[in-house]
């Protein structure tokens, strides 16, 4: 069974930069898993960062950009805001067609 | 802008059945892959299935815990999706979110490439 790795929690010091990470329990994330990235806060719905890698969609700020770091996908914060501060989700799909989600990490802004 | 407004939710019996449904508004609805994503009280996100744009074959996918009891199924006429969920049970207890999701080319096949714009969600409860 496929498992989708990420930090369960994370900090960063207001207008720091900080990086994500997104791997697979066996094997390298590649541009081919399609990863993404999602923001969520508490009682909202999911925001899309990043798709593909390295698309953001219109609207987010490019302090937010997706990369693959290693054998790992990654998502760089840079200027790190106070309502950054939320839970971030990576996913990424297989061959099948299946996406799989991380168990999300959990951004703290102090 | 693009808006999805999901609706239907609701406290369902286990062994139950339930349809909720999505409207879409703001883009071409015929042309988009539509998915549905779920996240149980204080869980991540489980993707559940997609259906594809009638020019990709309409073809629909569906993740393991749901397949053979879930079906994922699209009106272009009124620019809904739906989900008709059968045999409930408390592991499907969720909110229920509808995405819009961006179709790439790798290896020269089409795929998903990320779920773009999402809904604000229905919570389905399954309790007795």
């Known amino acids: 069974q496929t498992v989708v790795t990420q930090e369960p929690s994370v900090s960063v010091s207001p207008g720091g930069t900080v990086t994500l990470t997104c791997g697979l329990s066996s094997g390298s994330v590649s541009t081919r898993y399609f990863p993404s990235w999602y923001q969520q806060t508490p009682g909202q719905p999911p925001r899309t960062l990043i798709y593909?890698?390295?698309t953001r969609p219109s609207g987010v700020p490019d302090r937010f950009s997706g990369s693959l770091l290693g054998n790992k996908a990654a998502l760089t914060i840079s200027g790190a805001q106070a309502d950054d501060e939320s839970d971030y989700y990576c996913g990424l799909y297989l061959r099948s067609g299946d996406v799989i989600f991380g168990g999300g990490t959990k951004l703290t802004v102090l | 802008e693009v808006h999805l407004v999901e609706s239907g939710g609701d406290f369902v019996k286990p062994g139950g059945s339930l349809r909720i449904s999505c409207a879409g508004s703001g883009f071409t609805f015929s042309y988009a892959w539509m998915s549905w994503v779920r996240q149980a009280p204080g869980k991540g996100l489980e993707w559940v299935g997609r259906?594809?744009?009638?020019?990709?074959?309409?073809?629909?996918d569906y993740s393991a815990p749901v397949k053979g009891r879930f079906i994922i199924s699209r009106d272009d006429f009124t620019d809904t999706l739906y989900l008709q969920m059968t045999s409930l049970t408390s592991e499907d207890t969720a909110v229920y979110y509808c995405?819009?999701?961006?179709?790439?080319?790798?290896?020269?096949?089409?795929?998903?490439?990320?779920?773009?714009?999402w809904g604000q969600g229905t919570l389905v409860t399954v309790t007795s």
């Open positions: 593909s890698t390295y």
């Open positions: 259906i594809k744009s009638r020019d990709n074959g309409g073809t629909t």
């Open positions: 995405t819009t999701e961006v179709s790439g080319i790798m290896g020269g096949q089409t795929s998903g490439a990320g779920m773009n714009h």
